[in-house]
């Protein structure tokens, strides 16, 4: 049973008293959205954090485009300056720092787990340098922030966000029958209002409904028409980064019809539609099954999501609920089924696990005293490059529809090897008095395994206790839970 705290958290520390109910103890974890752990100076809102993307990637950038359009080693130097400046390569691991830490200093590492589903599910990717200054604030502002919530409203909050429609193009989205795409200049300049899809396309097959909701061609224009309009205000000075609003004038007039039902025009119809689409049968199957496979298997079966299915029409989709009902389930199959970790859940419990909560993430005080404009310090920047190095990197996606939830995407000889490289890396966390207490790993694995003994009989073969921690992390025990 004590796998279960690996399946749904990141497993136990090393002197952490075992929970008497563990289902109840997970369960109340998701119940309510606490402060965030981590007491840094620097939590910015992903309204603060578009200041410095304006200036690195729309005022600054391109004016040094035009200062060193001769010389391609000025603009070079200019530009990593400039990346200093604005934090390109600081605020990622700010934004880690906090995420991390509620995984591994938080009263509820539940909460973490699922929060970080929700955010590869809502994914946004590496894109427009959205990775270096937007998306870990996103995450925080519009995932997090939300999950107390029903589904509808993180759904609506995330599809509306700044950073998704900078994601998902939706500002090139302009209705070709709308004010703006029947003006002269258009046609002047040989630039028509065309409609753009991706944000409509992934609302459907990665955010709600998916495939299996039965959708065509006609219904990803059409929900593309609704969306028309949603976009920031463009002006000279901020080029994008005002708020998201609904602007009349390049939205497409008319009714629209998705999957059968007619959306009038105007700023309603997209919060219309996603009622709808996340009302859709389709849409509660493809969540819960999502779940089950993030907690349980890769391959979920009906019996488990029939009971996340269940609790998401009783509940009208109110997360804390369907939550509850998938930790259940995980609770019921805990025995049956073993999870294979992806590579930052993997990571996150090896330093939990080993105790090693003080060094890692970096500590509030290291982040407050840095100044932008300095280079960041090899300690500020581990958490940012570790993640991409171990490939699951949460802000820097490739595509659209997030890491793989799949055994088989993780078991790559190379990723492998990185494990024990960063299990290696995990043990020099650990402070002097732990590395010289001989009975650490004796005590991890006593709070961890049920099957203790057979575990000690392994790391007793171990040439040294790093060696111990190595082998460890990488026992099929803790990649699965």
């Not at 001769?70 to 934004?95: C, H, I, M």
């Not at 590869?120 to 919530?149: P, V």
């Not at 998705?258 to 700023?267: A, F, I, N």
């Not at 404009?373 to 949460?394: K, M, Q, Y």
């Amino acid at each position: 049973m004590k796998n279960f705290f690996r399946k749904v958290a990141f497993g136990l520390k090393p002197d952490e008293k075992e929970p008497s109910d563990p289902l109840v103890w997970a369960q109340k974890q998701v119940e309510t959205i606490p402060e965030f752990s981590w007491k840094g100076k620097r939590i910015p809102t992903e309204k603060e954090m578009r200041k410095y993307w304006i200036k690195q990637r729309v005022e600054e950038n391109g004016r040094l485009r035009k200062e060193f359009k001769d010389d391609p080693v000025g603009f070079r130097r200019a530009e990593v300056k400039l990346g200093q400046e604005t934090g390109r390569k600081f605020w990622p691991s700010n934004e880690i720092s906090i995420r991390h830490a509620e995984g591994v200093r938080s009263t509820h590492p539940v909460l973490a787990k699922l929060w970080y589903f929700w955010t590869n599910h809502f994914t946004i990717s590496d894109t427009q340098s959205l990775a270096e200054f937007s998306t870990g604030a996103y995450h925080r502002d519009f995932i997090r922030a939300n999950m107390d919530k029903n589904f509808e409203t993180m759904a609506t909050q995330a599809t509306l966000a700044w950073p998704m429609i900078m994601h998902l193009d939706n500002k090139e989205n302009i209705g070709p029958k709308s004010e703006s795409g029947r003006e002269d200049w258009r046609r002047r300049k040989k630039e028509p209002a065309t409609l753009n899809e991706n944000h409509a396309r992934e609302l459907m097959e990665l955010h709600t409904i998916s495939p299996d909701g039965g959708y065509n061609q006609e219904d990803v224009i059409e929900l593309a028409k609704i969306m028309t309009g949603w976009r920031p205000k463009w002006t000279k000075k901020k080029d994008n980064g005002n708020d998201v609003s609904f602007i009349s004038k390049y939205h497409e007039p008319g009714k629209k019809i998705v999957l059968g039902k007619e959306y009038k025009r105007g700023r309603k119809g997209i919060e219309l539609a996603i009622k709808d689409l996340v009302k859709h049968p389709s849409c509660r199957k493809f969540i819960a099954t999502k779940l089950c496979r993030y907690l349980i298997t890769d391959n979920p079966t009906p019996e488990m999501i029939a009971p996340v299915v269940k609790a998401w029409e009783q509940s009208d989709g109110f997360l804390p609920e369907v939550h509850k009902a998938a930790i259940k389930v995980a609770f019921e199959y805990n025995d049956k089924y073993r999870k294979f970790q992806n590579p930052e859940n993997w990571w996150l419990t090896t330093i939990n696990m080993s105790g090693a909560t003080y060094a890692y993430p970096t500590p509030e005080r290291i982040i407050d005293n840095y100044k932008l404009g300095r280079v960041p310090s090899n300690t500020l920047t581990f958490a940012d490059w570790l993640l991409e190095d171990i490939g699951c990197h949460p802000y820097k996606q490739k595509q659209p529809n997030g890491y793989s939830d799949f055994e088989k995407d993780w078991l790559s000889t190379e990723l492998v090897i990185r494990r024990l490289v960063y299990a290696k890396k995990a043990y020099r966390k650990l402070n002097s008095k732990d590395k010289y207490d001989l009975t650490l790993h004796e005590k991890i694995v006593k709070n961890n395994f049920d099957n203790s003994d057979k575990i000690l009989k392994i790391l007793s073969k171990a040439k040294n206790e790093e060696e111990k921690h190595m082998i460890l992390f990488n026992l099929p025990e803790v990649l699965k839970a």
